[in-house]
């Protein structure tokens, strides 16, 4: 009873309140003037909505045409609800969404919005990097995505703990597994990490497998065009083990969150963790002064060295009856002056190169530096391969971590997995 | 289908209401009473399910165009590691939730069904889990469950050494861990049906019984238990569905993990149907879920029907 009352009250505040706030920013007109656009978005933390709220309120004012209604999705379900809402008759006119993979699954089944005109109009072939350009793409080499931000990983640690143990950050794999090495010698557990949601061990994989076999097979493995069972990607989990057997990794992950994971790094009896730029939002700010971070270490120096740069954006649905306001927005959201005030906001970099890169603190610029060194930007294992794919491989990698000595038998079953997946999509 | 056939009543049934004791009532008037609440569980019912049946023989993704595949997806299923350790701790659940809240429950149904000072307390206290909502549940267990949480702090005060009790990541404790916090719920209320079962005892029975030389024991056995036997029909039905469809506390606690050693048939449907958007696969596993369901209930309900029949 209650819980019915509750949901109708949230709803009819939900489309109560929505228009009420777009509907005081714009100017009274003749209601037949206005076009709404609707926009669905993912980013239900109280961070992100600030976020966005700003960005509307700031397109709003300068287009005074325009009204946005925002309808906001927890992240989780949203990935759920979108397939649903954009093979519907009438779905929101824009999404939030993810470059890469995951975004051309909706434009190979024609759901998206092509977006040539608007790249060519506001010249973003100029405005981007070549990298990002490239995820934005769909299979076809049309334009359909609009990316905002995207975030660095890298091996994050506390120089005070590296300072105790007299090491240096190191580039090399053989200075990390020292590095490592030298940390349990002071009684400190090298790695932390939290596997209970086992995306975290996606990351590990990601780079053995581009450090070892380098970004392009990397990728042909993500699509699905090599095996796992092959002798490379026994290499890449070869050196996974060397740190599993020296017991570098705190014990029993899969009990942690990944920000449960944090604490033994906060009180200062885990070193390092290999994460993304978004640890900063979970670790204690007070804490921050001693938390720095470096690039995953080169494994072979022969290999050209990719990197996981996930990059958000939004996108238009194809069957918008309001393809002028979604051309509006997205051009909006596209432009540097947006970007640059998301990022002020708390937001990861904009790709917007015409970004005043003064605003970036040194750990950004550092970042960013680390990115555009790189030979390849991958998005991350779930967004580059087929997501049937990334759960069974995600699986698999938890089971080897629990049993490492069944790799072989672990991998074969994997690929299986992998013929069954991209045979059902041919 | 026959029901949408049916005309609709509304001028005739006023005309009726004239005389108060109809002479005759058309055959077709319950059916009109009945067409609003059979249209819509056709529609939101059994239509469903058939959908779903029809579904679990295509590739459906959600988006794409769906085509028949015959047995495919069975194929797969009956071949697939994670079903069958999915089916395997679906049978754990089913064994746990049909013994354990059954003995415990009744025990703790027989002591409080005695008048003794501060029973309201105690069986306030072993329902109230069932006040709250399963989320809830499943989120203040996992925290109980954590290396450095109640449970093992509370075992290292009372002395235990070594790593702390990996609860929720050893793979083959964990079903048994999530389990647990599933019965503190069920407990309490096979309790509940229990006491409320009870009060139909007749006490008269009893103490004749016992007037009669019978000891506790068998008083309880020959006569409470007998007479108890309708709610332990209900709450047998009860706990294997709620153990069938254990979907909730999986999810929040583990998410089927670590390897899906945890994961429940109904888990693996979620993933199979909403992460991996495989809705066809998804399907597939709601069939055999559903048929799992449907051969143990009327199996149950088909002995327990014929030994009432001999009364």
Redesign the interface.
């Known amino acids: 009873m209650s819980l019915s009352r509750r949901t109708f009250a949230k709803r009819s505040m939900a489309a109560g309140a929505a228009p009420l706030v777009a509907g005081g920013l714009t100017l009274p007109r003749a209601a037949a003037q206005e076009s709404t656009i609707q926009l669905a978005s993912n980013g239900s933390n109280p961070e992100p909505k600030k976020r966005l709220e700003e960005l509307v309120k700031r397109f709003e004012e300068e287009n005074a045409d325009y009204k946005v209604e925002v309808n906001v999705t927890e992240h989780e379900a949203f990935k759920q609800q979108i397939r649903t809402f954009l093979a519907s008759d009438n779905p929101p006119d824009v999404l939030t969404w993810f470059a890469g993979n995951r975004m051309r699954f909706f434009a190979d089944n024609e759901l998206l919005l092509n977006l040539d005109d608007l790249y060519a109009e506001q010249g973003l072939e100029e405005k981007f990097p070549a990298g990002i350009l490239e995820v934005s793409k769909g299979n076809d080499g049309h334009y359909y995505f609009m990316p905002t931000q995207y975030y660095h990983w890298a091996v994050y640690y506390r120089p005070s703990l590296f300072e105790e143990a007299k090491v240096e950050v190191p580039e090399t794999w053989e200075d990390f597994l020292a590095v490592c090495d030298a940390l349990t010698g002071i009684g400190k557990t090298p790695l932390t990490i939290g596997t209970q949601a086992p995306w975290t061990s996606a990351a590990w994989f990601d780079y053995f497998n581009m450090r070892t076999n380098g970004p392009e097979f990397h990728i042909e493995l993500m699509d699905g065009k090599q095996a796992y069972n092959s002798q490379e990607v026994k290499d890449a989990f070869g050196h996974w083990k060397e740190l599993l057997d020296k017991n570098a990794f705190i014990p029993q992950p899969e009990a942690y969150m990944w920000q449960d994971a944090l604490t033994p790094m906060v009180q200062g009896d885990a070193a390092m963790y290999l994460m993304g730029r978004f640890i900063l939002d979970s670790y204690p700010d007070e804490a921050e002064d001693d938390l720095d971070f470096f690039r995953f270490p080169i494994i072979d120096a022969g290999v050209p060295v990719g990197e996981d740069a996930p990059t958000d954006g939004f996108f238009a649905s194809a069957k918008t009856d309001n393809v002028e306001g979604a051309h509006a927005l997205l051009g909006y959201i596209g432009t540097a002056e947006s970007q640059q005030k998301q990022f002020e906001l708390g937001a990861s970099p904009g790709v917007n190169i015409d970004i005043d890169p003064s605003i970036y603190d040194e750990n950004t610029q550092k970042g960013l530096t680390m990115l555009q060194e790189s030979d390849y930007i991958a998005q991350f294992y779930d967004r580059d391969t087929h997501p049937d794919m990334a759960e069974r491989g995600m699986s698999a990698f938890i089971e080897f971590w629990n049993n490492p000595d069944d790799l072989d038998g672990i991998l074969d079953r994997l690929d299986e997995e992998r013929k069954r997946v991209y045979e059902d999509e041919a | 289908m026959a029901t949408m056939a049916t005309p609709t009543p509304a001028t005739t049934t006023v005309a009726e209401k004239k005389t108060r004791f109809p002479r005759r009532t058309n055959w077709w008037v319950p059916y009109a009473f009945l067409a609003m609440p059979l249209i819509l569980y056709f529609t939101w019912v059994i239509g469903p399910m058939f959908f779903s049946l029809y579904m679990s023989f295509t590739?459906a993704d959600?988006?794409?165009r769906m085509d028949w595949v015959g047995f495919r997806n069975y194929r797969?299923l009956f071949n697939d590691?994670i079903f069958w350790v999915s089916f395997w701790n679906n049978v754990r659940w089913l064994i746990a939730f049909i013994t354990i809240p059954i003995v415990l429950g009744l025990s703790l149904a027989l002591i409080f069904n005695n008048d003794l000072p501060g029973t309201r307390f105690f069986k306030a206290g072993f329902f109230s889990p069932m006040v709250v909502s399963s989320v809830v549940i499943g989120v203040v267990w996992s925290w109980m469950?954590?290396?450095y949480g109640l449970i093992n702090e509370m075992l290292s005060q009372l002395g235990r050494d070594g790593?702390?009790i990996?609860?929720?990541?050893?793979?083959k404790l964990v079903t048994w861990s999530i389990i647990g916090a599933g019965l503190w719920r069920q407990v309490g209320y096979v309790m509940l049906l229990y006491l409320a079962g009870l009060k139909n005892v007749d006490t008269t029975l009893v103490e004749a019984s016992r007037v009669d030389g019978a000891s506790a024991f068998e008083s309880f056995r020959d006569i409470v238990l007998p007479l108890l036997r309708p709610v332990t029909v209900i709450i047998v039905v009860i706990s294997t569905i709620d153990a069938l469809r254990s979907f909730d506390l999986v999810n929040i606690m583990?998410?089927g993990?670590?390897?899906?050693r945890s994961s429940v048939l109904a888990q693996m449907m979620y993933?199979?149907a909403?992460?991996?958007?495989?809705m066809g696969y998804g399907a597939a596993i709601a069939t055999i879920l559903g048929l799992i369901s449907l051969v143990l209930i009327l199996y149950y309900l088909n002995r327990t029907m014929k030994d009432e029949m001999e009364y």
């Open positions: 590739n959600g988006i794409s797969r590691d469950y954590q290396p790593t702390p990996g609860f929720l990541s050893d793979p583990t998410r993990g670590p390897f899906n993933i199979e909403f992460n991996n958007y495989a």
